[in-house]
């Protein structure tokens, strides 16, 4: 009676595990409550990868079904859960090195011949906000800082921020596109959605190290913070496209999330907005990758991608740009990969994806770095 349950539940599972992934598929604006489908994708992988536990104890041919469907989806465990004991001995060899503990400050390899290494990060308008400010622009100073110092070749920032002149409130603090470019051997592309009336510039920025030989802007509409930039980065021997990305953020406080899950007055004060603001984003996003993707098919040149997606990996708009790009995290990553620093743990939503020609060679999300609401991701490439 007990294998009878179990049988079933297993055929169950697998066929919940193939519709979950189909959601995936499907664009929001087609069909909005795929989104929650597709969320469902770890759970379906975890209780498959359980059931072929039990089955391997108690009948290994009936175990052969959740194997070979864990096997088949393989890709889409590494998209959530990334296992690449590689990664790990590259993590411990770094830290010997350089006795930095589990957290080495760079990948190793970076500045390496040949190779290309991606920063990018949401900055967070450096906490130019006073709410966000630190006595004495602490944050602000050491987030410049650190993004000069780093030996990426290549820098890829969202919500970025700059002062070109400085100004009479913020002194020198605010010079980043000064410290960032010319400042540390870097040439400058900034996208401004907005400049405000003292000429301080929002937006996003790309900086290199190789000159920038044609750029471009990709809006969604009407020009925001929201949209994406390209960059044609001339090596010694090739020429390479680089991305750079801000999606539709849901606008969801995490206050009003957290005042749904507390009561059920809570939900039901909470709910609708919280449904309608969760599919506005969602329709945005797949509108947007679908754009995005279009520019990066039409490339002549080998991609590279980063930015804020605001999206999570079971979604269409990771899905869409991974069925032609390779994820980076999941290439050559190790575990979650979380890079929301919020009260909402595990989110992993900020991405680098590389072209078919490219190895990629390692990737890591800088926990250690706290001055914004979410981790950098440092990115290492070389074309194979």
């Not at 949401?122 to 944050?139: C, H, K």
């Not at 900034?190 to 000429?199: A, E, F, H, K, M």
């Not at 390779?326 to 919020?342: D, E, K, P, R």
């Amino acid at each position: 009676m007990r294998r009878s349950f179990a049988f079933k539940l297993t055929l169950l599972t697998l066929a919940w595990l193939l519709l979950a992934i189909a959601c995936q598929q499907i664009p929001a604006r087609a069909f909005w409550p795929a989104l929650f489908g597709a969320l469902t994708t770890p759970l379906a992988l975890l209780l498959t990868a359980l059931l072929a536990l039990y089955w391997l104890r108690r009948n290994w041919r009936v175990a052969l079904l959740p194997l070979l469907a864990l096997g088949l989806t393989w890709p889409h465990v590494q998209r959530g859960l990334s296992l690449h004991p590689s990664q790990l001995v590259a993590d411990y060899e770094q830290a010997v090195r350089t006795n930095q503990g589990a957290h080495p400050t760079f990948l190793p390899g970076a500045g390496t011949a040949g190779a290309v290494s991606l920063l990018s990060a949401n900055v967070r308008i450096f906490n130019v906000y006073s709410e966000l400010r630190e006595p004495g622009d602490a944050s602000s100073k050491n987030f410049i800082r650190w993004l000069a110092s780093s030996p990426a070749d290549v820098l890829c920032l969202q919500e970025y921020y700059n002062e070109p002149g400085g100004s009479a409130e913020n002194g020198q603090v605010f010079r980043s596109e000064a410290a960032l470019g010319r400042g540390s051997g870097r040439h400058a592309f900034v996208s401004p959605s907005l400049t405000n009336r003292v000429g301080a510039e929002f937006g996003l920025a790309i900086f290199s190290r190789y000159p920038i030989v044609r750029r471009g802007t990709i809006p969604f509409g009407k020009l925001t913070q929201n949209h994406a930039m390209w960059a044609d980065l001339a090596r010694a021997h090739d020429t390479i496209r680089v991305f750079n990305v801000h999606f539709q953020s849901m606008s969801m406080a995490e206050s009003d999330i957290a005042t749904a899950t507390e009561s059920r007055a809570g939900l039901r004060q909470k709910a609708p907005n919280l449904l309608r603001r969760f599919r506005n984003g969602a329709v945005a996003r797949g509108n947007q990758v679908d754009t995005v993707l279009a520019r990066v098919r039409r490339s002549p040149y080998p991609v590279l991608l980063a930015g804020d997606f605001n999206d999570l990996p079971y979604s269409y708009t990771y899905d869409q740009l991974a069925d032609h790009l390779q994820n980076a995290w999941a290439t050559a990553g190790l575990g979650i990969g979380a890079t929301y620093h919020g009260q909402l743990p595990f989110l992993r939503i900020d991405q680098q994806f590389a072209s078919k020609q490219w190895q990629v060679l390692g990737c890591r999300v800088h926990q250690e770095i706290k001055w914004s609401d979410h981790y950098p991701i440092e990115g290492l490439y070389r074309l194979k």
